[in-house]
């Protein structure tokens, strides 16, 4: 599985192709055959990933009973636009053109790398999304990740 880590600003050039920054492709894992899968992903941006983590992804989403609607729904839209790209002999991908109108992009775009995956964003959405911060983070840390200090106190429990 690959690990990534990096916020990259980059344009597209005139026929809509994408370096894909060094520093990203370093993080590739070599199983990933320099082959990536991009998609639609959350809040109008592009999802883009290696081959080999999607294969693993799209196990588990396979593993959905197409017998229940919401499923059926969900996998229709996570696999619509799916595309397998290649990079090229200068490190490029081209991205697919349906894909760039649902993201909204155009020229240029931020490359947010984290886990397995690196989404795609129009640089304009991106900062508004980044602007949009919550107030308090300390906050929205908690409730997502729980209470620190209850895992704190179960480890004094122990001693």
């Known amino acids: 599985m690959s690990s990534f880590i990096g916020e990259f600003d980059c344009k597209l050039d005139p026929k809509g192709r994408l370096m894909v920054p060094a520093g990203l492709r370093k993080q590739l894992d070599p199983a990933a055959k320099e082959t990536f899968v991009i998609n ?6 592009l999802v883009l990933y290696p081959k080999n983590d999607w294969d693993r992804i799209s196990e588990e989403i396979n593993q959905l009973n197409q017998y229940v609607r919401k499923n059926r ?87």
């Open 73 to 159: 729904e969900f996998i229709r839209y996570f696999y619509r636009g799916a595309t397998e790209l290649v990079l090229d002999t200068t490190g490029r991908i081209l991205l697919p053109r349906g894909l760039k109108g649902y993201a909204s992009i155009e020229k240029t775009v931020v490359l947010f790398a984290y886990s397995d995956r690196i989404e795609v964003w129009d640089k304009e959405t991106y900062e508004g999304l980044l602007t949009d911060e919550p107030e308090d983070f300390a906050r929205l840390a908690e409730e997502v990740m729980g209470d620190a200090s209850t895992s704190n106190s179960n480890l004094d429990d122990n001693d």
């Open 40 to 45: 639609r992903g959350f809040e109008c941006c």
